[in-house]
């Protein structure tokens, strides 16, 4: 491409902070707007635009406005609600699955059977519209037990039951909060991995891995969360489990996506476990993970832009080149968080250090005197010639912050040895 374009990146949070980081870098790109975006994201050269994410019709008329090339669609919601078809109405390119793409993230039940027809590996489910067929087959998987929300959210509507009690209790709960359909699952013991597929209409890129940290406090305790912290490359991860990986998990999903007439043009991230026999899917996302973006698209020596501005025009995708240096971060969140997040805590103005950057995501206020904004504020991140030093470096400055408001895990990174 000639020239130099200006993108715009719908979202507001650390994911989309990374993105939109990610493509001011690119020598093609001239501005990156977010839209809603932060107060944090000047610091990067991106400019927030006072859009809401789910004004598509606002969106769609800056973008004609600001000769915007394409559009980065972060969000699940979004993307579910179909602001990817919108724009196609309008005659724009967005990157992200159409409306009925997203609903392998939009409904669990439609995700398993789309890997049901496809042979995609995956946990021995039901999926119940009815509390009384539910709880009569409670005991059909074993304990403990996943129970599944149907819907989108926030990758926080999974309970595991660790007992018969505890599931009759989940799914009560469930239905009465008004769920019309969840799922039953078994649940799959082994390591779990995020791995984010590029896609082009049955043409992909793989982009590095990385494993996340769902629940709220060290040991994996607490409530599931959004994520709090991530880290890439993966050294506990063989190069013949990544490979079953593609073989056994990636292949036959895009074979699915382009035998079903999904003309899937975005991101896919699958959620792996690997089992004592073989790698099974736990969900699929129809976008970018957070906290996982924040360290793997650091990592990505290729082109972002290139590769989305490839994959959206049909040509032939780059390769993907990884930078061998490590990628770590940790996820500051208020106090309270999941449940009932904290707003509005005085934060103050985070300093600089050398070799630690910032990912701003739910904090309002300027940047000398920050507030918080509820749930995950912000990631702190390194990167390293090692793991370990990546570690150090965010832990150090974690720990001489005074954020008496705010929590962080303290042991990400604990299955790499770390």
Request: net charge negative; aromatic share 8%.
């Amino acid at each position: 491409m000639a020239g130099q374009v200006n993108v715009l990146v719908v979202g507001e949070g650390g994911r989309e902070f990374a993105i939109a980081k990610k493509l001011q870098e690119s020598p093609h790109v001239k501005q990156v707007y977010c839209a809603p975006g932060n107060v944090g994201m000047p610091t990067v050269g991106v400019q927030p635009v006072a859009i809401a994410e789910t004004d598509f019709a606002g969106l769609i008329k800056f973008a004609k406005e600001h000769a915007v090339a394409w559009t980065f669609v972060g969000p699940e919601d979004c993307l579910v609600d179909g602001i990817v078809d919108d724009f196609a109405a309008a005659g724009l390119k967005a990157f992200g699955p159409n409306a009925r793409a997203a609903q392998l993230e939009g409904s669990k039940d439609y995700a398993l059977n789309f890997m049901n027809n496809y042979g995609v590996p995956t946990a021995r489910h039901a999926s119940y519209r009815d509390q009384t067929a539910a709880l009569a087959e409670i005991d059909q998987f074993g304990f403990p037990l996943v129970i599944k929300e149907n819907g989108l959210a926030g990758g926080k509507g999974v309970v595991i039951a660790q007992d018969h009690a505890t599931a009759v209790q989940t799914v009560k709960e469930m239905f009465a909060s008004g769920q019309a359909r969840l799922v039953l699952e078994e649940c799959l013991v082994g390591p779990e991995y995020s791995m984010f597929v590029l896609l082009s209409n049955g043409h992909y890129r793989i982009l590095p891995m990385a494993q996340d940290h769902k629940r709220a406090y060290d040991s994996d305790k607490g409530p599931n969360t959004g994520g709090m912290g991530a880290y890439s490359p993966l050294p506990q991860l063989s190069a013949a489990d990544r490979q079953a990986m593609v073989d056994q998990v990636v292949v036959p999903t895009v074979n699915g996506l382009v035998a079903g007439g999904y003309h899937y043009h975005g991101i896919l991230y699958i959620g792996l476990i690997m089992t004592a026999t073989g790698p099974k899917v736990i969900e699929y996302n129809v976008r970018l993970g957070d906290p996982e973006t924040q360290v793997i698209l650091p990592r990505l020596q290729t082109d972002l832009f290139e590769l989305v501005d490839r994959a959206l025009n049909d040509q032939p995708l780059p390769e993907v080149v990884e930078d061998p240096r490590a990628s770590f971060g940790v996820v500051l969140a208020s106090q309270g968080y999941p449940q009932k997040p904290v707003h509005g805590q005085a934060l103050g103005k985070f300093p600089t250090a050398a070799g630690v950057e910032i990912d701003y995501a739910n904090v309002a206020g300027s940047l000398a005197d920050l507030r918080g904004a509820g749930g995950r504020l912000l990631m702190v991140l390194a990167q390293a010639d090692s793991l370990a030093a990546a570690h150090d470096r965010v832990y150090d400055y974690l720990a001489a912050l005074d954020e008496p408001e705010c929590f962080y895990r303290t042991d990400i990174g604990a299955k790499a040895g770390l």
